[in-house]
């Protein structure tokens, strides 16, 4: 067991893993959860936001439950990949313990 580091991986909510029929589609979002869990926020919303614009993603919405984004977390995401991240620091630029993760905040379902 390793306590030094907590790292929070969302349970995906979508109805596919919560019927617990597709076991494929279940990993898949799993391993969405556990990638987006050692990204920083800003990084989760352009992968989630890049991710939204295949076209054979799912709509926001569903983006929403899988990742535990906001929808408008992922539209912004989208906004800001559009503009090509101009304005935004890269990560090198960041002071240690300026990118404090925020508590994820809940999809009413
Ligand atoms: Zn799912």
Same mark, same amino acid.
């Given at each position: 067991?390793?306590?030094?580091?907590? #790292?929070?991986?969302?349970? &995906?909510? &979508?109805?596919? &893993?919560?019927?617990?029929?597709?076991?494929? #589609?279940? !990993?898949?979002?799993?391993?969405?959860?556990?990638?987006? $869990?050692?990204?920083?926020?800003?990084?989760?919303?352009?992968?989630? /936001? @890049?991710?939204? *614009?295949?076209?054979?993603?799912? $709509?926001? !919405?569903?983006?929403?439950? #899988?990742?535990? @984004?906001?929808?408008?977390? #992922? *539209?912004?995401? !989208? *906004?800001? @990949?559009?503009?090509?991240?101009?304005? @935004?620091? $890269?990560?090198?630029?960041?002071?240690?313990? /300026?990118?404090?993760?925020?508590?994820?905040?809940?999809?009413?379902?």
């Amino acid at each position: 067991m390793t306590s030094e580091t907590e #790292i929070k991986i969302h349970q &995906c909510e &979508c109805d596919v &893993c919560q019927a617990g029929t597709d076991l494929e #589609i279940a !990993r898949h979002h799993r391993q969405m959860n556990v990638f987006l $869990s050692r990204l920083n926020e800003p990084q989760r919303r352009w992968y989630v /936001g @890049l991710l939204s *614009q295949r076209p054979d993603s799912p $709509s926001d !919405r569903q983006l929403a439950k #899988i990742t535990g @984004l906001d929808e408008k977390t #992922i *539209q912004r995401g !989208r *906004q800001e @990949l559009a503009a090509e991240l101009a304005g @935004l620091p $890269s990560d090198r630029q960041r002071r240690p313990g /300026g990118g404090r993760l925020r508590a994820e905040k809940r999809t009413p379902s």
